[in-house]
C-alpha cells in the first residue's frame, strides 16, 4: 500500500522560474510532513517540514503548502536555480515518543536549466 | 560534527553470497533507521531501532534479511544469500530523542549482486 504518492516523478524548470511538487497521503493520522532533497550520491537532507497545525510554512525560496481537508501537500521552489537540481522526496510520518519513522513518496527529480 | 557513516560504499556479491552492511550513527542519536533505495524509486524502510526497545522489523522483504544494533551504537543489516532483486542503495539513518528531530542520512551502501 502506497501511502504516500509524489507527482511528478521528473520536473525541468528554466532558471528563475517556479518549481512545484506535489504529495498525497492516506493516513489520517500523520502528523508531520517534511522534505528531503537528494544530490547523486549522497543520501538524502532534511529541507524543510510542516506540521498539520499550520497551512503554509516558507524557508527563504522554499515553501510547504499543506491542505489537511485534502490530505495533500506541496513544496514550491521560488526563482530556481541550477543548484536547486537534485531529486526531492516528500515523507509523512506520526510523531511519537517511539520516534519519528517516515513514510517516502517515490521521489521527483528536478533539472533546472540555466 | 561526524555525520552518519556507512561503510562499505560500494559492494559488489555474487548472487547467494552472503552480505553486512555497516551503519554508524551520529553520537547521541538514540534511533537508527535502514531504508532501501532501488535505481529511481523512493525510500523502502527495512527496520527501525529506538533505544533498548525492541527493533520494528516490519519492513523486511524477507527472512533473508537481518538486523542488530550493538550497544545503542552501530548497527549491521545482513542479506543472507543475497538475490539480484537485492541490488540497492541501501540507506541509514539516525535521528536526536526529541519527537520532531529530523533523519539524518549517511550516503548509502551501492549493493550490486551479480
Known amino acids: 500500500q502506497q501511502q504516500v504518492k509524489q507527482s511528478p516523478q521528473s520536473l525541468i524548470v528554466q532558471k528563475g522560474g517556479i518549481s512545484i511538487i506535489n504529495c498525497a497521503y492516506e493516513?489520517?493520522?500523520?502528523?508531520?510532513f517534511p522534505w528531503y532533497q537528494q544530490f547523486p550520491g549522497k543520501g538524502p537532507a532534511l529541507l524543510i517540514a510542516i506540521r498539520p497545525d499550520v497551512s503554509e510554512k516558507k524557508e527563504g525560496r522554499f515553501t510547504i503548502s499543506f491542505n489537511k481537508s485534502a490530505k495533500q501537500f506541496s513544496l514550491h521552489i521560488m526563482d530556481s536555480q541550477p543548484g536547486d537540481s537534485a531529486t526531492y522526496f516528500c515523507a509523512a510520518s506520526r510523531l511519537s515518543n517511539a520516534g519519528n519513522m517516515l513514510t517516502f513518496g517515490g521521489g521527483t527529480r528536478l533539472m533546472v536549466k540555466p | 560534527g561526524a555525520g552518519v557513516s556507512q561503510s562499505p560504499s560500494n559492494k559488489v556479491t555474487e548472487k547467494g553470497k552472503d552480505v553486512e552492511l555497516r551503519c554508524d550513527p551520529i553520537s547521541g542519536h538514540t534511533a537508527l533507521y535502514w531504508y532501501r533505495q532501488s535505481l529511481g524509486q523512493g525510500l523502502e524502510f527495512l527496520i527501525y531501532?529506538?533505544?533498548?526497545?525492541?527493533?520494528?522489523k516490519s519492513g523486511l522483504p524477507s527472512d533473508r534479511f537481518s538486523a542488530e544494533r550493538t550497544g545503542g551504537s552501530v548497527s549491521t543489516l545482513t542479506i543472507q544469500r543475497t538475490q539480484q532483486e537485492d541490488s540497492a542503495v541501501y540507506l541509514c539513518?539516525?535521528?536526536?530523542?526529541?519527537?520532531?528531530?529530523?533523519?539524518?542520512f549517511g550516503n548509502g551502501t551501492r549493493l550490486t549482486v551479480t
Open positions: 539513518a539516525s535521528s536526536g530523542p526529541d519527537r520532531v528531530s529530523p533523519l539524518h
Open positions: 493516513n489520517t493520522a500523520f502528523d508531520y
Open positions: 531501532f529506538q533505544g533498548n526497545s525492541a527493533p520494528d
